[in-house]
């Protein structure tokens, strides 16, 4: 009964190496697509593919593989024996998740260059950034057991909350934007004066102290304003 019960561990950790090491070599395909086709391609965007829809789709393709890869290292964790091959195993799928990461803040990063910042974009990097710190956790958790995982997720979403809160994220948008005044377009003059918070009037103001750049903006009321009926009807 012994022999049996140990013959039978054997085949489970024999399959389960031989689906995780097939699981990992997917993995390491995906991530080498990834490095040569966007990282050594210099930020070429696909035929037909618009930098927003590129930078989505990074994200959500990130957003399903990091939650998948959490659950997978979790379950093997927990229902399987420890092992040095699938703790490298699982280090690799886990080194895979930040080539994804990656990834996708450089599809964000593309699309920030060409259209600027916004609320929602910052939000996106900030994400990313708060994820490459958790998944640390789950690194460390793979070679120590007791790690508290997710005290260590706990924490870094409270610091990255608080960060987040007084860094002032329209004053960064704001700065940043103005460093690219010249390439505004009226969408840009109407979410710069409009939807930023107090925290970037300041540098919307001293942006709009150019001449040729004040001269646009007032094109741009005069372009978006309401026609006499419009505001007659209204």
Not at 67 to 90: A, H, I, Q, T
Request: charged share 15%; glycine share 6%; with cysteine.
């Amino acid at each position: 009964r012994d022999l049996h019960s140990t013959s039978r561990r054997q085949l489970q950790m024999c399959i389960r190496d031989r689906c995780m090491s097939a699981v990992a070599l997917l993995y390491l395909f995906f991530s080498g697509i990834q490095v040569i086709y966007l990282f050594l391609g210099k930020g070429s965007l696909p035929e037909g593919v618009t930098y927003s829809s590129y930078a989505r789709q990074g994200f959500f393709q990130l957003l399903f593989v990091a939650v998948m890869n959490l659950v997978m290292v979790l379950m093997n964790l927990k229902f399987f024996k420890r092992s040095r091959f699938l703790n490298g195993v699982l280090t690799v799928i886990c080194g895979c998740t930040y080539v994804m990461i990656a990834s996708a803040a450089y599809r964000m990063a593309l699309y920030v260059g060409e259209y600027h910042l916004t609320y929602l974009r910052v939000l996106v990097l900030w994400f990313l950034l708060l994820l490459a710190c958790m998944m640390a956790g789950v690194v460390i958790m793979i070679f120590r057991n007791q790690f508290p995982l997710f005290g260590w997720c706990l924490v870094m979403v409270s610091v990255f909350f608080v960060g987040f809160s007084y860094m002032r994220p329209d004053r960064v948008i704001a700065d940043y934007n103005a460093a690219h005044v010249g390439e505004w377009s009226d969408s840009d003059f109407t979410y710069m004066t409009q939807a930023l918070s107090a925290d970037a009037v300041p540098t919307v103001l001293e942006a709009l102290e150019d001449n040729a750049v004040l001269g646009r903006f007032y094109s741009c009321l005069l372009y978006t304003s309401p026609s006499p009926r419009d505001r007659s009807l209204s």
